[in-house]
């Protein structure tokens, strides 16, 4: 049964031993010792290094939330995995035990379905189009798609465009990718994306993947610049084929819980925080991008760009099945015809 199906109680039950002991610990300290001097503390989960854009510009909103609310809310970060993986901070989220977390687009699809429209491949025709849909009207039907499931979309940082990068041999068509195993993350869409291109999508989470390339576990990956570079992952992959199939952004994420036990002014000093911090990280992210291809080719990896076309003819199919879906197809059609 789908996780936003079950109740309650049985999603705690299935939650693993890792986020169990994180709810407990989080439970204990959300508004309770939390609450100091009539401040709130908020606390923020995500799997991203320090040094990563995205990090930074929640370093800045916390830092604009605590002056903004005068000292009454305070954000807590807690980055590289510390309270668990995408998929666990969204569990926690649900069920009112973590506050803040952000994840792909592409995991947050198994929460709420609508979403996995974003994941498509060649979807957008450029950033700015993916800035026009994600900053207007679609953008904030999906960002309100999750409270259903109890997840409430806060707002959209960058995350570039994804490609593929690789151990033995650079990606310049569709057929290299035959026989190859690439880690995807755990998204249908991204599943069939690559089985639609004739690679083996094998889904890791993002912390096992630097081990699983060493061992041979899987064959290459695909990710944007950024993390590609602070991953360190081209250690071990020597070709970074930029086809640029997805421009997969990230979500900010609250959970209803908390969102609800927020004042309209305390909910108000944090949707100006977070808008703060989006604008941020697009120009932090924009310098990362550059500085992550410049310091990969240093290292010796292989920076190629095939032509997109190959891959983009390859993928209609994915579209085509979509056809008879009266909610993601209308959609796709809305976000084709933005300008």
């Known amino acids: 049964m789908p996780w936003h ?6 999603q705690i039950k299935m939650m693993t031993r890792k986020s169990f002991l994180t709810l407990l610990i989080c439970t204990i300290t959300f508004f309770g010792c939390g609450v100091d001097n009539e401040t709130k503390t908020i606390r923020l989960g995500h799997g991203l290094d320090v040094s990563h854009s995205v990090h930074k510009a929640m370093v800045k909103m916390g830092e604009d939330l605590l002056e903004r609310s005068g000292g009454r809310l305070k954000l807590e970060i807690y980055p590289s ?8 901070c969204l569990e926690l989220l649900q069920i009112g035990s973590l506050d803040m977390t952000k994840v792909s687009v592409g995991v947050l699809e ?3 379905p609508k979403t996995r429209v974003l994941g498509l491949p060649f979807l957008f025709r450029d950033r700015q189009h993916s800035f026009n849909v994600l900053d207007g009207p679609i953008g904030q039907m999906l960002l309100n798609e999750g409270e259903k499931y109890w997840l409430k979309g806060l707002g959209y940082y960058d995350a570039g465009s994804r490609s593929f990068y690789t151990m033995n041999k650079p ?4 057929a290299d990718l035959e026989g190859e195993k690439i880690r995807v993350m755990e998204s249908v869409t991204a599943v069939n994306m690559v089985k639609a291109l004739g690679g083996s999508p094998t889904p890791i989470s993002w912390g096992e993947l630097y081990t699983s390339l060493q061992q041979g576990v ?4 695909e990710n944007n610049p950024p993390s590609f570079y602070l991953s360190r992952h081209y ?3 020597k070709y970074y084929s930029l086809d640029e199939h997805t421009v997969l952004p ?3 994420l609250i959970g209803t819980y908390v969102w609800n036990k927020l004042s309209q002014q305390e909910q108000m000093w944090l949707s100006q925080a977070v808008k703060e911090s989006v604008k941020y990280q697009r120009i932090l992210w924009a310098e990362a991008e550059a500085e992550a291809l410049r310091e990969v080719q240093k290292a010796g990896v292989v920076v190629s760009r095939p032509d997109k076309t190959l891959f983009a003819e390859k993928v209609q199919g994915i ?18 015809e933005t300008q």
Request: charged share 35%; proline share 4%.
């Open 218 to 221: 899987v064959d290459g990956a």
């Open 110 to 112: 198994n929460f709420a």
């Open 171 to 174: 990606i310049e068509k569709p």
């Open 319 to 336: 579209y085509e099945s979509y056809k008879d879906d009266a909610e993601i197809y209308p959609l796709i059609k809305k976000i084709q």
């Open 81 to 88: 995995q510390q309270l668990g993986t995408e998929r666990e």
């Open 250 to 252: 990230d979500v900010l």
């Open 5 to 10: 199906l079950l109740k309650r109680s049985d």
């Open 235 to 237: 250690e071990v992959c």
